[in-house]
């Protein structure tokens, strides 16, 4: 068979749908070898961050540059021309169609909570999710949550879905705790115990109130920990800001902007514990990664961030900072719930892979006649 894979964040700093994009194609090109996959993508960048090299896969960088019209118009008519039997979109389809399609739904939070986003932002986006739940042929859903959010919201029949949980990746592994608080304290200045949120930050990840839960568990407990934010600035940034600087906090909160995947692990190992706040997930990718790496989770009851963490982290409800504060003060305070914690996370991350989420979603695709290579 010949498939189309349109993919738009891989290279793009994109956090955990470009994560996905990446590590699903080279888990499918580890797993298929025969069928011919053309990979359609908007840049060279793309091509660099997926960077499968073999004879079955080959790349379409769409033009020109301007996107309205590459995959408004170049997209289609390269489906067409190249004769697909059916294509992928792993974020968003494009405005038209050319033959039937597979589509990867990562989150409805814009749909359900279009405020988190810039409205511009919000308006496109929530356009092409709903022309992508009513034109594809099989819809594969990211967690059990999303998939049921789908049904519950937009009626999509559940038979028309399908679940492809998402990895983590072989990177992500536990390091001589040691060697990683040396390597921060090289590389990032951080010299003491501190607690971490890797994430785009972004509004829904509610981080006003992880500032100041946190101020409350140092001012409870008289903890000298810091707060470590690494993370690509997207939205309610000036208020976070605001909040840090209200609080007195700025000596205790470090914030990283973007760090490349390979700088993650020893962050990840160093820190006193791992925090996801969010109001809302599709699946939380940096859940499992922390866990991966030997770190306590705590993180918010929140759509399907108790499903994915499966009992292994210490849950909370993200709109009670007293709450938040006192999970913090449990791991930070307890050595064996600490150790409690770290052990189940181990066995936890273990249920994830990306070899796992390519496996249902190459099933996925045998409902448009695909069959997986012998």
Not at 37 to 65: E, H, M, S, W
Not at 312 to 320: G, K, Q, V, Y
Request: aromatic share 10%.
């Amino acid at each position: 068979m010949r498939i189309g894979l349109f993919v738009l964040m891989a290279g793009r700093h994109g956090g955990g749908p470009e994560t996905y994009e990446i590590e699903l194609l080279r888990a499918i090109a580890r797993m298929d070898q025969r069928n011919e996959f053309i990979v359609y993508c908007t840049g060279d960048y793309a091509v660099d961050a997926i960077g499968v090299r073999q004879d079955n896969f080959r790349y379409q960088v769409l033009k020109p540059a301007l996107r309205p019209i590459s995959i408004g118009l170049t997209l289609p008519y390269l489906m067409r021309r190249d004769g697909l039997d059916f294509y992928h979109a792993t974020f968003t389809p494009p405005p038209f169609s050319a033959c039937p399609m597979v589509f990867t739904m990562h989150c409805i939070s814009s749909l359900v909570h279009p405020e988190f986003y810039p409205r511009w932002i919000a308006m496109r986006l929530n356009h092409l999710l709903k022309a992508g739940m009513a034109r594809c042929q099989h819809m594969v859903c990211v967690s059990q949550t999303t998939l049921e959010h789908v049904h519950s919201h937009y009626g999509i029949p559940r038979q028309k879905m399908s679940v492809a949980y998402n990895g983590v990746g072989s990177l992500f592994q536990e390091l001589p705790a040691g060697e990683s608080r040396s390597l921060v304290l090289e590389s990032l200045g951080i010299d003491r115990p501190y607690i971490l949120f890797i994430g785009k930050l972004q509004k829904h990840k509610n981080l006003v109130r992880l500032v100041q839960a946190f101020d409350r568990f140092r001012r409870a407990t008289s903890s000298d920990a810091m707060l470590v934010l690494a993370g690509k600035p997207v939205t309610g940034v000036d208020e976070l800001e605001l909040t840090i600087q209200r609080l007195g906090l700025k000596p205790h909160v470090k914030w990283l902007g973007y760090l490349p995947d390979s700088a993650l692990p020893h962050l990840y190992g160093a820190a006193r514990m791992f925090a996801f706040p969010s109001l809302w997930e599709g699946f939380g990718i940096p859940l499992i990664e922390a866990m991966a790496c030997g770190t306590p989770v705590i993180a918010s009851n929140s759509t399907c961030l108790p499903e994915v963490a499966g009992g292994a982290a210490r849950i909370f409800d993200p709109l009670s900072i007293e709450d938040m504060a006192n999970a913090m003060a449990d791991v930070d305070g307890s050595e064996e719930f600490r150790t409690q914690l770290i052990a189940k996370g181990r066995v936890r991350a273990r249920d994830f892979s990306w070899d796992n989420c390519a496996r249902s979603t190459l099933k996925a695709y045998e409902t448009l006649g695909y069959q997986l290579p012998s």
